[in-house]
């Protein structure tokens, strides 16, 4: 019997950074052109591309670090404004979970952008409109609104109520 040689057919990975990600490797897919200027990449349907990567950060069990969080918010195209109302947290702190200053993007935050990335993949509005109303009415209650406290007639209990 005659050996058959395998020719080397393997075609090289391209490192895709341009995701923001420093983890994703792209098989095929892509081609690298020719140009005037060097060769530039081009990804057949990046679109597709970027919600199989956003699907699988979604499903991962494990936390997302800050480059993990800020894929999926520009995938959802939020600015950092609008979370940061969403979460009930300052702009500057969604800022540095994604600059890696804060070491962990905490939990309920992950929860949420995944939820809101489910959601925009399935088409669905049942929690984004609740969550989006949630923080309207954050922002129509006061950072320090008045307490009043009122007894009542029968018992002379004191309770507290907002102020009108």
Same mark, same amino acid.
């Given at each position: ?41 081009? #990804?057949?349907? *990046?679109? /597709?591309?970027? =919600? ?6 979604? $499903? !991962? +069990? ?39 200053? #804060?070491?962990? *993007?905490? /939990?309920?935050? =992950? ?6 990335? $489910? !959601? +925009? ?44």
């Amino acid at each position: 019997m005659k050996k058959i040689k395998k020719k080397a057919t393997k075609k090289a990975r391209y490192h895709y950074t341009e995701c923001g990600l420093d983890n994703i490797y792209l098989r095929n897919g892509f081609e690298l052109v020719p140009t005037k200027k060097g060769r530039m990449l081009h #990804i057949h349907n *990046v679109g /597709g591309l970027h =919600q199989a990567i956003g699907e699988m950060l979604v $499903s !991962e +069990k494990k936390h997302l670090d800050g480059k993990e969080f800020r894929f999926l918010r520009h995938e959802l195209n939020m600015t950092q404004q609008i979370l940061a109302a969403l979460l009930g947290v300052d702009v500057q702190t969604v800022a540095n979970w994604e600059k890696e200053k #804060i070491k962990d *993007v905490p /939990g309920p935050a =992950q929860c949420v952008i995944r939820l809101r990335y $489910s !959601e +925009k993949m399935d088409g669905n509005q049942e929690i984004c409109k609740p969550l989006e109303r949630l923080a309207e009415l954050d922002e129509l209650i006061p950072e320090e609104p008045e307490i009043d406290f009122q007894q009542d007639q029968d018992n002379e209990e004191w309770q507290p109520t907002l102020a009108a």
